[in-house]
C-alpha cells in the first residue's frame, strides 16, 4: 500500500541528545513537509521540501536540521539546541509544489518525549 | 497567507448533519479552501478542497460563500467515528505551505 511511515511512533530522549525522526513515503510525491504540534494547539511548520536536495525553513526551524537526499526520504534531526523538544511531529508529502490537485498526505507521527 | 477562524467546539448529535464554519476573510483570489481532521494522536486526513464553487465527495460538501470570505464544511449524517478536529486551511495555488490553526473540535454526541 502506498503511503507515509513514520518512525518510532514513539521515542525518548535524555536532555541534550540530538535524534533524528524518520519520514519515507512511497508515492512518489515531490514535496514533503515537517510539522510540530503541541497539545491541544495546530500544526507549526518546521521545514518543507519541493525537491530532492533542496528544503526550505518554516515557521519554527530553530533547533532542526533536515536533508532531501531522497525523493522518498525527509529525515528531522532534533538538535540540542531546540529548547522544548517534546512533542508529536508529523510529516506530510505532496504530490507536486504547486497546483490545484496538491492535498497534503500525513503519516501517523512520532511522539518524542524529552526527559 | 490568509488566516481561518474557526469556533473551537461544536456540538452534533448522531445521524444529524453536522456544519462547520470557517472565516478566511482575507483570503486572495489564487488560494484554496482545504479542510482536514485529526483523530486524537493520528495524523490529519484530507477532508475535501474548493477554490471557488461548492464541493461535493464522499466524505462531505464544501460550500463556499460567493464573495469567498467563508466557507462551511457540512458532514451529512455525523457519525461516532467523526468525532475530530477540524481545520479549515487556506493555501495558495503557487505556494506549497500548508498552514493550520487551532481547528475545531467536533464533538459526536449519540
Known amino acids: 500500500d502506498g503511503g507515509i511511515t513514520q518512525s518510532p511512533k514513539y521515542l525518548f530522549r535524555k536532555e541534550g541528545q540530538n535524534v533524528t525522526l524518520s519520514c519515507e513515503q512511497n508515492l512518489n510525491h515531490d514535496a514533503m513537509y515537517w510539522y510540530r504540534q503541541d497539545p491541544g494547539q495546530g500544526l507549526r511548520l518546521i521545514y518543507y521540501s519541493q525537491i530532492v536536495n533542496d528544503f526550505q525553513k518554516g515557521d519554527i526551524a530553530e533547533g532542526y536540521s533536515v536533508s532531501r537526499e531522497k525523493k522518498e526520504s525527509f529525515p528531522l534531526t532534533v538538535t540540542s539546541a531546540q529548547k522544548n523538544p517534546t512533542a508529536f511531529y508529523l510529516c506530510?508529502?505532496?504530490?507536486?509544489?504547486?497546483?490545484?490537485?496538491?492535498?497534503?498526505?500525513f503519516g501517523q507521527g512520532t511522539r518524542l518525549t524529552v526527559v | 497567507d490568509a488566516k481561518t477562524t474557526q469556533p473551537p467546539s461544536m456540538d452534533c448529535a448522531e445521524g444529524r448533519a453536522a456544519n462547520l464554519p470557517c472565516n478566511h476573510s482575507?483570503?486572495?483570489?489564487?488560494?484554496?479552501v482545504y479542510w482536514y481532521r485529526q483523530i486524537h494522536s493520528q495524523g490529519p486526513q484530507y477532508i475535501i478542497h474548493?477554490?471557488?464553487n461548492n464541493e461535493t465527495n464522499e466524505m462531505a460538501s464544501l460550500i463556499i460563500t460567493e464573495d469567498r470570505k467563508s466557507s462551511t464544511l457540512i458532514l451529512p449524517h455525523a457519525t461516532l467515528r467523526d468525532t475530530a478536529v477540524y481545520y479549515c486551511?487556506?493555501?495558495?495555488?503557487?505556494?506549497?505551505?500548508?498552514?493550520f490553526g487551532s481547528g475545531t473540535k467536533l464533538n459526536v454526541k449519540p
Open positions: 474548493g477554490l471557488k
Open positions: 482575507t483570503i486572495s483570489g489564487n488560494e484554496y
Open positions: 486551511i487556506v493555501r495558495a495555488y503557487n505556494f506549497n505551505k500548508f498552514y
Open positions: 506530510a508529502s505532496s504530490k507536486d509544489s504547486q497546483g490545484e490537485n496538491t492535498e497534503a498526505f
